[in-house]
């Protein structure tokens, strides 16, 4: 079991009740929309959002916010205001992460919620509610998916790799032979959290991820003993001013170290 960072605070717990519950209610909110055409928008002429991503995060931002006042708020669907980096707690938060794969019928999205103290996640959930699935954890004590704990696999002889082709293509000819690509999961969270229950062996992470797209299974993986590190080797920090992160990488033991060199090497 991995240990407790001592620079965080326990008190991570008195949440967990709260947003598994708000992210449940907020899952089925968005289920009532899925697979119905809701009405769509475009966010600077590239990125969709649905009338369900606004009903769960109008939700999720009620309802937490009364449970949590003094906490700060971040999310994909709310217009950021820098009063947020005078709370303490910040409740960082998904409310669709995977937008584009809900609008097209696929079920790997999710609901992402997460308390951040101090840059670390001490909290966090992803619902995933067409998938049947939810995922949790909090620092120390372990990743669980419907109750009962997860991890990270061994590689095999074949491991299997998500992101994109450009940077698989990277690797050391020895770890590239044994690659096999997984196909495209548009929730990031979703991804991490593939890597976390032993699906996926790793990922690449392109730049421009969110804080609301990572904050939660970032815990989750770390917590199931794996890892999302930048080219150096740092793990993200969450709820700062600077709220996107450059290329990241997510894995475990020797091939997270391959990884996180190629993007190092394409950061040179």
């Not at 196909?183 to 992470?205: C, E, K, Q």
Request: glycine share 10%; net charge negative; with cysteine.
């Amino acid at each position: 079991m991995p240990v407790r960072d001592p620079a965080i605070s326990a008190g991570g717990s008195e949440d967990l009740d709260l947003l598994r519950d708000a992210a449940r209610e907020a899952g089925a909110i968005a289920m009532r929309y899925f697979g119905k055409n809701p009405q769509v928008w475009m966010k600077g002429g590239t990125s969709p959002v649905s009338e369900a991503d606004h009903a769960a995060d109008a939700y999720l931002r009620e309802t937490l916010l009364a449970a949590r006042p003094d906490y700060g708020w971040l999310s994909e669907e709310t217009t950021d205001n820098p009063a947020r980096l005078q709370a303490r707690r910040t409740f960082v938060v998904d409310p669709i992460d995977g937008t584009r794969g809900f609008l097209e019928g696929l079920r790997s999205w999710c609901v992402s919620v997460a308390v951040v103290e101090n840059g670390r996640t001490l909290a966090g959930v992803l619902e995933c509610p067409a998938k049947g699935e939810t995922y949790w954890a909090l620092p120390g004590q372990g990743a669980f998916r419907n109750g009962k704990p997860i991890a990270v696999r061994q590689p095999a002889n074949t491991i299997e790799i998500g992101g994109l082709k450009q940077l698989i293509d990277l690797m050391p000819v020895e770890w590239l032979r044994r690659v096999h690509r997984a196909a495209h999961i548009p929730s990031l969270a979703y991804r991490l959290a593939m890597v976390a229950n032993g699906t996926l062996d790793a990922t690449f992470v392109k730049p421009n991820a969110h804080d609301w797209d990572i904050a939660a299974a970032d815990l989750i993986l770390r917590e199931a003993g794996g890892a999302l590190l930048d080219g150096q080797g740092r793990a993200p920090l969450y709820a700062g001013e600077i709220i996107r992160h450059g290329a990241l990488v997510a894995g475990s033991g020797e091939l997270l170290t391959v990884l996180a060199g190629v993007i190092a090497g394409t950061e040179a």
